[in-house]
C-alpha cells in the first residue's frame, strides 16, 4: 500500500463533491454538540455544588429527624454550642395558614428559625437586609409565592395556628434553597419562639426537626461522627456534613446528566447511520474513477486508505464544529434547566469534554464509514473500460464482518462509557438496538405496504412521488430511522403523561374524596365532623392513626435478622427501620382486597382463605407488598413498639390496596381493640364538591382547629400537573433534539439523491409535465416519506408507552389521538417543507442543462 | 414543420462565455428524417435541446407547426411537448422507480389519460417492440437493448408529430442498435411523423432523408441522405436502404 500517494490522493478527492457528504457530517455535529455541551455542564454544576457546599447547606453539619433532638443529643449540642460552635435549630411544620384580609387559607410549609441560621451565604429579603440580624419575634418573612397564593402583600397579617402575625418582608433568596424545593410549597419563616407560641406543634404533628452547626474544622466534623455514631443510629437521628449534602445533590445532577449524555449518544449514533448512508451513495459516484485509479496501477487498500482518510477529516470537522456549537449549547443549558439545578451554575470551557467530543465525533464517523468504505476494493478495474459492468457483487468477507463486529462493539463501547451505570450502559445500548431494529422493521414493512396497496387510480404524478421512495440508491430506511426516532421519543413522552394525567383525573374525580385532614386529635373529632356540610358529613371517613415501630418479627429484632447469614431471603432494612402509622377498623377498606387468610368477621381471601388461630393475641392485616419486603406471612408475629409500650400481634391476612385511590390506606391494619387507649391522631377524607365549600370549610377549621391539617387534592393535583409538564418540557427538548437531527439526515439524504432527482425532473419536464405536475410528485414523496417515518416512529411509541403505563405505572392505558395527529401533522409538515425548500433549484433549471451533463 | 432563425445559444463555462451555437438557420419539412451529425461540441445536442423547447436560445427563435416557442412559458412548452413531441436519448432515460408499462404510461397520464384504452395502446407498443411479455419489469431488470426499445415505445406513445432522437444508438452494441433504428424507422414511418436525429454514427446519418452537418456551431454542409423522402413508398424504403445497415439486418 502506498500511505503518501493515499494522503495526496484524499486532498485532491476532498476537493470536489464532498459538499454533499459534507451535510450529513451535519449529523455528527449535533450529536457532538450535545455530547460535549452536556459533559461540559455536567462539570460545571458538579464544581459549583462543591464551591458551594456550606452555602447550599447554610452550615457546615446537619442533624436532622423527625422528631425533637432526644436528650442525649441535644446535651452534647449544646456542649458544642458551650465550646464556641455555631448552633441553629430549624422546625418545619406543615401547617394551614389562613389570611384574614382576604379570607384565603392554604397548607404551608411553616419553618421557625434560630437567629445565626444560615451561617454561610446572605439571604435576600425585600425590605433588603430584613434577616441580617434573624428573624424578629412576633413576624413573619414569607416567600413571595405566599403572597399571590394567599392574596395579601406586606404588611398584612395570617394566622399561623394560635398566633398572629404581620407580614415583615418577603424572601427572595435563601441560599440553601434547591431550585425545585419552593415550587413544592412556598413557606413562611417565623422565628423559633413565635413557631412555640403558635402551639402546632402538638403530639404526632408532621415535623422536621434539624439542627445546623458551624464546625469549620472537618477533622472536628468527622470527630463528632465517630463519637456519635452509636446514639445517632439508635435515636435515628441522621448527621449529614455539607460536602455530603453537595455531593449526593451533584450525583442527582449527574444522573440526569447521563441521562441526557446517552440521548446525546443516540442522536449521534443516528447521525452515524446517515454518514453510512452518505458515504454509500458517494462511493458509488466515484466508482469510475476509482475503477481508472485501479486501472492506472493502485492497490485496492491503497484506494481503500485514501478514502477513508477523507471520512476521517469530513468526522473531524464535522466533530469540531460539534464542539464549538456544544460549548454555545453549554451557556444555554443553565437557562433550559434553571428549574432543576440545585445551583446557580457558572459554565467554564472543559478541554477534557471538548476533546472527548472530538474522538467520538470522528471515531463515530469512521466506524459508521468503514462499511460502506470497503466496497471500494471490490471495484474492478474492468468498469473503466465498459460503464454497463454491474455491480460488483457482495461478499461476507473476513474484512466485511470485521468492520460491522468493529462497530458493534464501538457501539456498546460508547453506551458503556456514557451510562451512569455498565448495566444501564448495557441496556441502553440493547434499547437502542431493539428500537432501531424495530424501526428499521416497521418502515420497511410500511413502505412495501404502501408500495403494494397505493391505490393504482391515484394520479401519475402522485403514484410517481410514493413510488419515488423506491428509486435506487433511496434513502428511504435511514431517513424512516433517523425522524421516526424523534417521533418515537416525543410521542412517547405524550402517550405517557397523557395517561397519568387521566389516571390523577380519574383518582381525584368521580365521587373520591378530594380533602384529606391529618393531625386531628381524638377530643377533636366531633367538632371537625361538624364543620363538614351535613350533605358530606355521612361520607366522611375517619381513621385512627397510631405511630409505631417493628420491635421484633418472630421473636427476633430487626438487627438479629439483617445479621442473619444462614441463607434466608433477609427482610429490607428501610421496612424493618420506617416508622409505620397503623390502624384499627373492623371492616375492610373501599381501596383494598383480601388476598389471603380471612378478615376479623371471617370473610376469607380471594386466593386463600387459610384461618390463623391466634390464640387470644390480635391479629394484624398486612399490605401484601410491605409483607414481602419483610418476608412475613400469614401466622406470623409481628411485634410493634406503639409509644413504648410493645404490641404482639399474628398476621391473619393479607390484603392488596390500591395506593391510587385516596382513601385512609394503611400497610398494617390491626384488630379493633388491640391498640385501643394507646396515643393516637386522626385522620380524615371527605369529600366536598365545590370548590367554595371547600375553601369555606378550611377558612372554618384553621379558626377552630388550626393544629389540624387539611390538604386539598385539586390543588395536588395542579402541583403534579406542574411537575408532570416540567418533566415533559426536559423530555421534550430531547425529543425535539433527535427530531433536529432527524432533520439533518433528511437533508443530507436529498442532498445526496440530489442529481438522481434533477435527472429526473428534467426528464419529466422534456416528457411534457408542467411545474404543478412535478411538484405534486414531489410533494407527494415528501408526504409519504414524513407519514411513513412519524407513522413508524408513533407505532413504536404507542407499543411502548403501553407497555409503560400498565407494566410500570401500573394503570390502564388510552391512546390518545389528538396529540399523536399533531406530532404526525408537525414532522410531514416539516419533511414537505425541508424537501420542497431543497427542490427549489429543480424546478428552476431548463431540462436541457441536466440532460447533457446527466451521468446515467 | 419545424423553423429555426438566427439561433444563438450561449453557455457560462468555467466563468467564461462559451457560444455553442451561431446564427444558425434550418427548416425541416413536416414527415421528413433529417439527422445531424457534426463532431464532439459541434452544438448537435444543443441544437436538439432548442428545437424541443428544452431551453431557450439566446438570440433569434424556433417555430414548431408555426408557434414560436420562446413565445410560450415554461409550462405552455411542457404542454406542446406533451401534446406533440417525442424523446429517445442515448442513455435511455427511463424513470426506474417504474415498469416498462408504466414508463411508456407516462407521457399519456401527464395528459391527464387514465383508463382501460391508454394502458392497451401502452400494452400494444411494447408488444410492437417485442416486449409484451415484460410489461412489469422494472429497468434495472432489462439489458440496454430492452431499456432502448422501451424508450422507443414511450416516445411513440402520446402519437407526436415529431420525434427527437439523440443518438438513440450511442450506448448500444451494433447489432442491438441496428434493430432499434429500424424500428425507429418503421414506427416514424407509420405514424407520419418528423424525425429529428443526432448522431455520430454517418451510416445511420446516411438512412435518413436529409443531412444537416454542424461544425463550430454552424451548419457547415446540408445534403440529402440516401433515405427515400416519399414517405409512402412504405415497406420498400428500409428493404431498399443501401448500405451497411442492411447488412446488419
Redesign the interface.
Given at each position: 500500500m502506498k500511505f503518501g500517494f493515499a494522503v495526496r490522493l484524499a486532498l485532491r478527492e476532498s476537493r470536489h463533491g464532498f459538499r454533499r457528504v459534507g451535510v450529513y457530517m451535519a449529523s455528527i455535529t449535533l450529536g457532538v454538540a450535545a455530547l460535549v455541551s452536556i459533559h461540559s455542564f455536567r462539570d460545571d454544576v458538579a464544581r459549583s455544588v462543591r464551591e458551594e457546599a456550606e452555602v447550599l447547606m447554610g452550615a457546615n453539619a446537619r442533624l436532622s429527624a423527625n422528631r425533637p433532638l432526644p436528650d442525649s443529643i441535644s446535651g452534647w449540642v449544646d456542649s458544642l454550642a458551650a465550646a464556641g460552635a455555631g448552633v441553629a435549630r430549624v422546625v418545619t411544620a406543615t401547617s394551614m395558614v389562613l389570611a384574614p384580609s382576604s379570607g384565603d387559607v392554604r397548607l404551608l410549609q411553616v419553618r421557625g428559625v434560630d437567629g445565626a441560621y444560615p451561617f454561610y451565604g446572605e439571604v435576600d429579603t425585600r425590605p433588603a437586609g430584613a434577616w441580617l440580624q434573624g428573624i424578629p419575634p412576633g413576624v413573619a418573612f414569607v416567600d413571595p409565592a405566599v403572597l399571590t397564593q394567599l392574596r395579601v402583600s406586606v404588611g398584612d397579617t395570617l394566622v399561623v395556628g394560635r398566633v398572629r402575625v404581620p407580614i415583615a418582608a418577603t424572601v427572595d433568596d435563601l441560599p440553601t434553597d434547591l431550585a425545585f424545593q419552593t415550587a413544592v410549597g412556598p413557606r413562611v419563616h417565623l422565628s423559633q419562639r413565635t413557631l412555640d407560641e403558635s402551639s402546632l406543634l402538638g403530639f404526632g404533628s408532621l415535623a422536621r426537626y434539624e439542627t445546623f452547626l458551624r464546625l469549620p474544622d472537618r477533622a472536628e466534623r468527622d470527630a463528632v461522627r465517630e463519637r456519635y455514631e452509636e446514639v445517632l443510629d439508635a435515636t435515628q437521628v441522621r448527621y449529614t456534613l455539607a460536602e455530603e449534602q453537595a455531593q449526593s445533590l451533584s450525583n442527582g445532577v449527574r444522573f440526569l446528566g447521563e441521562f441526557l449524555a446517552l440521548v446525546g449518544l443516540g442522536a449521534l449514533l443516528l447521525g452515524g447511520i446517515g454518514v453510512a448512508s452518505a458515504i454509500h451513495v458517494y462511493i458509488r459516484e466515484r466508482q469510475p474513477g476509482v475503477a481508472v485509479l485501479r486501472c492506472l496501477g493502485a492497490g485496492q487498500w491503497t484506494v481503500f486508505t485514501a478514502y477513508l482518510l477523507q471520512a476521517a477529516a469530513l468526522g473531524l470537522f464535522g466533530a469540531g464544529a460539534g464542539v464549538l456549537l456544544g460549548i454555545g449549547v453549554q451557556r444555554i443549558l443553565p437557562f433550559v434547566l434553571a428549574g432543576v439545578l440545585p445551583v446557580d451554575v457558572t459554565p467554564r470551557f472543559s478541554w477534557t469534554s471538548a476533546a472527548a467530543g472530538l474522538g467520538i465525533g470522528v471515531w463515530v464517523a469512521v466506524m459508521f464509514a468503514l462499511t460502506p468504505l470497503l466496497a471500494l476494493r471490490d471495484v474492478p478495474p474492468l468498469q473503466a473500460l465498459r460503464q454497463?459492468f454491474g455491480e460488483p457483487p457482495r461478499r461476507w468477507r473476513l474484512d466485511r464482518v470485521a468492520s460491522y463486529a468493529a462497530l458493534g462493539i464501538s457501539v456498546v463501547v460508547l453506551c458503556l462509557l456514557e451510562a451512569p451505570e455498565p448495566e444501564v450502559g448495557a441496556a441502553f445500548a440493547a434499547a437502542l438496538g431493539v428500537t432501531v431494529a424495530l424501526l428499521g422493521a416497521t418502515g420497511w414493512a410500511l413502505t412495501r405496504l404502501t408500495r403494494r396497496f397505493f391505490p393504482k387510480?391515484a394520479?401519475?404524478p402522485v403514484r410517481?412521488g410514493v413510488?419515488?421512495l423506491?428509486?435506487?440508491r433511496n434513502q428511504t430506511v435511514s431517513v424512516t430511522l433517523a425522524l421516526g426516532f424523534g417521533a418515537f421519543i416525543v410521542g412517547t413522552v405524550v402517550l405517557v403523561e397523557g395517561n397519568l394525567l387521566d389516571d390523577l383525573t380519574v383518582s381525584f374525580d368521580g365521587g373520591r374524596p378530594n380533602v384529606l385532614l391529618f393531625d386531628v386529635q381524638p377530643d377533636q373529632r366531633d367538632g371537625v365532623l361538624g364543620l363538614i356540610p351535613p350533605a358530606y358529613r355521612d361520607a366522611a371517613q375517619v381513621a385512627p392513626l397510631v405511630p409505631s415501630r417493628l420491635a421484633r418479627i418472630n421473636g427476633r429484632t430487626g438487627e438479629e435478622l439483617r445479621a442473619d447469614t444462614s441463607g434466608v431471603e433477609r427482610p429490607e432494612g428501610w421496612a424493618l427501620r420506617r416508622e409505620y402509622r397503623n390502624t384499627y377498623r373492623a371492616e375492610i377498606g373501599p381501596a383494598e382486597e383480601l388476598v389471603s387468610g380471612r378478615w376479623w368477621d371471617g370473610t376469607p381471601g380471594s386466593e386463600d382463605g387459610t384461618r390463623v388461630d391466634t390464640g387470644d393475641l390480635p391479629g394484624v392485616s398486612m399490605e401484601l407488598d410491605i409483607a414481602e419486603d419483610l418476608r412475613v406471612g400469614l401466622g406470623d408475629t409481628l411485634v410493634w413498639s406503639v409509644g413504648g409500650v410493645e404490641v404482639t400481634t399474628v398476621v391473619t391476612s393479607l390484603r392488596r390496596v390500591d395506593w391510587n385511590r385516596l382513601e385512609p390506606n394503611f400497610f398494617a391494619v390491626l384488630e379493633p381493640g388491640a391498640l385501643e387507649g394507646a396515643p393516637h391522631t386522626l385522620i380524615m377524607v371527605a369529600r366536598l364538591p365545590g370548590a367554595d365549600e371547600r375553601a369555606e370549610f378550611q377558612r372554618a377549621l384553621v379558626g377552630a382547629y388550626p393544629n389540624v391539617s387539611a390538604l386539598d387534592f385539586s390543588r395536588v393535583q395542579e402541583a403534579i400537573d406542574a411537575v408532570l409538564s416540567r418533566v415533559r418540557q426536559a423530555v421534550t427538548f430531547l425529543g425535539a433534539f433527535s427530531t433536529l437531527a432527524g432533520i439533518v439526515v433528511l437533508i443530507g439524504a436529498l442532498a445526496s439523491s440530489r442529481a438522481q432527482r434533477m435527472?429526473?425532473g428534467a426528464?419529466?419536464?422534456?416528457?411534457?409535465?408542467?411545474?404543478?405536475?412535478i411538484l405534486v410528485v414531489l410533494f407527494s414523496e415528501y408526504l409519504a416519506l414524513g407519514t411513513l417515518a412519524t407513522a413508524t416512529g408513533l407505532a413504536l411509541a404507542w407499543g411502548a408507552s403501553a407497555l409503560l403505563v400498565s407494566q410500570v405505572f401500573e394503570i390502564g392505558f388510552s391512546t390518545h389521538f389528538a396529540p399523536l395527529a399533531a406530532i404526525w401533522t408537525a414532522v410531514a409538515a416539516l419533511t414537505v417543507i425541508v424537501g420542497l425548500a431543497g427542490s427549489r433549484t429543480l424546478l428552476a433549471r431548463?431540462?436541457?442543462?441536466v440532460?447533457?451533463d446527466?451521468p446515467? | 414543420m419545424i423553423v429555426a432563425r438566427g439561433l444563438e445559444k450561449t453557455y457560462m463555462s468555467g466563468g467564461r462565455p462559451l457560444t455553442v451555437l451561431r446564427a444558425l438557420d434550418l427548416e425541416v419539412e413536416a414527415r421528413s428524417f433529417l439527422a445531424i451529425v457534426g463532431p464532439s461540441g459541434s452544438g448537435k445536442?444543443?441544437l436538439l435541446?432548442?428545437l424541443?423547447g428544452?431551453?431557450?436560445p439566446s438570440a433569434g427563435q424556433v417555430l414548431l407547426d408555426g408557434q414560436d416557442l420562446s413565445a410560450l412559458t415554461?409550462?405552455q412548452r411542457?404542454?406542446?411537448?406533451?401534446?406533440r413531441?417525442g424523446?429517445v436519448?442515448q442513455?435511455?432515460?427511463l424513470?426506474?422507480?417504474?415498469t416498462a408499462l408504466e414508463n411508456v404510461?407516462?407521457?399519456l397520464?401527464?395528459?391527464g389519460g387514465?383508463g382501460r384504452d391508454v394502458r392497451e395502446r401502452a400494452r400494444d407498443l411494447l408488444t410492437r417492440v417485442g416486449l409484451g411479455d415484460r410489461l412489469d419489469h422494472y429497468p434495472?431488470q432489462l439489458s440496454?437493448g430492452e431499456q432502448q426499445r422501451v424508450a422507443l415505445a414511450?416516445a411513440f406513445a402520446?402519437r407526436p408529430r415529431i420525434l427527437f432522437a439523440d443518438e438513440p444508438t450511442g450506448?448500444l452494441d451494433g447489432e442491438t442498435g441496428a434493430t432499434i433504428v429500424a424500428m425507429l424507422e418503421e414506427l416514424n414511418r407509420e405514424a407520419q411523423t418528423t424525425l429529428i436525429m443526432v448522431t455520430h454514427d454517418l451510416t445511420l446519418a446516411e438512412r435518413a432523408h436529409r443531412v444537416v452537418r454542424l461544425s463550430g456551431g454552424t451548419v457547415v454542409d446540408d445534403r440529402p441522405g440516401r433515405g427515400v423522402p416519399d414517405a409512402h413508398v412504405g415497406e420498400e424504403t428500409a428493404a431498399s436502404a443501401p448500405g451497411p445497415s442492411g447488412e446488419m439486418r
Open positions: 454497463d387510480r394520479s401519475y410517481q413510488s419515488n423506491f428509486r435506487p435527472r429526473e426528464l419529466l419536464k422534456t416528457l411534457g409535465a408542467r411545474r404543478n405536475q431548463p431540462p436541457l442543462e440532460l447533457r446527466a446515467e | 445536442t444543443t435541446g432548442l424541443a428544452l431551453d431557450q415554461e409550462d411542457a404542454g406542446f411537448r406533451a401534446e413531441v424523446f436519448f442513455t435511455f432515460h424513470l426506474p422507480t417504474l404510461l407516462v407521457p397520464e401527464l395528459q387514465a434495472v440496454g414511450r402520446n450506448n
